[in-house]
């Protein structure tokens, strides 16, 4: 299977929807401001890259990231589910992003 530049320019630009994706968690060492999905992906990434010398056993540091960067990918459709909200927390927020994309997509229609 072979792909075409604008394959990758289409993934790139719906990985690029992370940064529209705000954390449930704020960030206390920067005002309590909300981290954004590619920030946090970032952010892990780094944290696996630099942490990684300090485990007791081997890791493939490349295979950790390559993790971290797609574990969150889902979210730019699901939008961040805190683990630990109630299901009808999560139902709302599903509602919420449905409407979101719906929105999204009729403003594509008519363009």
Request: hydrophobic share 40%; proline share 3%; glycine share 2%.
């Amino acid at each position: 299977m072979s792909f075409l530049p604008e394959d990758f320019s289409a993934f790139i630009c719906e990985l690029d929807k992370l940064k529209r994706v705000k954390r449930q968690i704020t960030l206390p060492c920067d005002g309590n401001r909300q981290e954004n999905s590619a920030e946090h992906s970032w952010h892990v990434a780094l944290m696996a890259s630099t942490l990684a010398h300090y485990s007791e056993k081997p890791i493939d540091v490349a295979r950790v990231i390559r993790m971290i960067l797609i574990h969150d990918v889902v979210e730019i459709d699901a939008g961040d589910l805190f683990a630990f909200n109630e299901a009808s927390e999560h139902d709302a927020q599903a509602q919420k992003r449905s409407e979101e994309h719906t929105s999204e997509l009729q403003s594509r229609c008519q363009s």
